[in-house]
Every structure is written in C-alpha cells, then in structure tokens.
C-alpha cells in the first residue's frame, strides 16, 4: 500500500494513514481521498453525492 493521496490534486500525506484532516468519500466502491483544502472547496458535491444515494 502506498501513501494516502488526494484524488483531486494528488498531494500526497506522510503516511499510509489518511490524515484526520483529510475526508473520504466512497464512489463506485472504490475509496476516494480528498486532502483537507480539496474537502473543503468540494464538501458541498461530497455532500451532495452522499445525499442522492438513489441514482
Ligand atoms: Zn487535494
């Protein structure tokens, strides 16, 4: 396993534990990180993704 890393802009964090800061977001079931300034910026289409569950 390698390092966490922003599925945004690729930053990477200093381990393989996702940073507390960081949020996670599961899409197709695969695990989607998001480093804390891309969460920020896209915590509305997160949100909003995990409120239309229905498709
Ligand atoms: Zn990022």
């Not at 940073?19 to 804390?36: H, M, N, Q, V, Y």
């Not at 949100?47 to 229905?54: I, L, Q």
Request: glycine share 10%; proline share 2%; aromatic share 6%.
């Amino acid at each position: 396993m390698g390092v966490a890393a922003c599925a945004l802009c690729g930053q990477q964090g200093e381990s393989e534990d996702v940073p507390l800061t960081w949020a996670t977001s599961i899409e197709g079931g695969r695990k989607l990180l998001f480093c804390d300034r891309c969460a920020r910026e896209n915590v509305r289409s997160i949100e909003g993704k995990m409120d239309s569950v229905h498709w």
